[in-house]
T-cell receptor
């Protein structure tokens, strides 16, 4: 079963705009991670936020985590066409170090 | 300079055939994983291994088997392929828990079972 569900399923924005995608999960976690997948390719790790952290930044990425609501958001600022990809959240619940992935958000950034 | 490689990259086979997908890594990681990806379902864990002598089932292991031949090699087999095993398959690796379990993915194998 999926631990995480992402919202929206698809998002289309223009270059320069900000993109926000959300992830909800069901159980307690050790950390939550975001990955990017370009069409048909392997996933690439973007950022990790621990359960005791509330916000984290990496370049144009900003991740927030609300453990009371079991939710996280990924903000990509000043989006570029190259940001077009699918984005997945993944939770590490501390169970044998397995990750459980959400269903993903497809982001389309147009010129 | 890929750290995690998968072979083959694409495979078309027929129902009932035995198929092996191979994964190799040069990252020196102990932990290796096999996932399948279906449209709209994200990634689901098939099997995972924490070292050569440790193999564990994931959430969808039925119809699959694995072999960890060495620290660097982890193979996935479909003993008798069926059409609903048509999917994109990914191998991934991670370091021991000190690395917070960030995973590194191979490029994927697109498998079609006719």
């Amino acid at each position: 079963s999926q631990q995480g569900e992402e919202d929206p399923q698809a998002l289309s924005i223009q270059e320069g705009e900000n993109a926000t995608m959300n992830c909800s999960y069901k159980t307690s976690i050790n950390n939550l991670q975001w990955y990017r997948q370009n069409s048909g390719r392997g996933l690439v790790h973007l950022i990790l936020i621990r359960s005791n952290e509330r916000e984290k930044h990496s370049g144009r990425l900003r991740v927030t985590l609300d453990t009371s609501k079991k939710s996280s958001s990924l903000l990509i600022t000043a989006s570029r066409a190259a940001d077009t990809a699918s984005y997945f959240c993944a939770t590490d619940a501390g169970t044998a170090s397995k990750l459980t992935f959400g269903t993903g958000t497809r982001l389309q950034v147009t010129l | 300079d890929a750290d995690v490689t998968q072979t083959p990259r694409n495979r078309i086979t027929k129902t009932g055939k035995r198929i092996m997908l191979e994964c190799s890594q040069t990252k020196g990681h102990d932990r290796m994983y096999w996932y399948r990806q279906d449209p709209g379902l994200g990634l689901r864990l098939i099997y995972y291994s924490f070292d050569v002598k440790d193999i564990n089932k994931g959430e969808i292991s039925d119809g699959y088997s694995v072999s960890r031949q060495a620290q660097a090699k982890f193979s996935l087999s479909l003993e008798s392929a069926i059409p609903n095993q048509t999917a994109l398959y990914f191998c991934a690796t991670s370091d021991s828990p000190g690395g917070h379990n960030e995973q590194f993915f191979g490029p994927g194998t697109r498998l079609t079972v006719l």
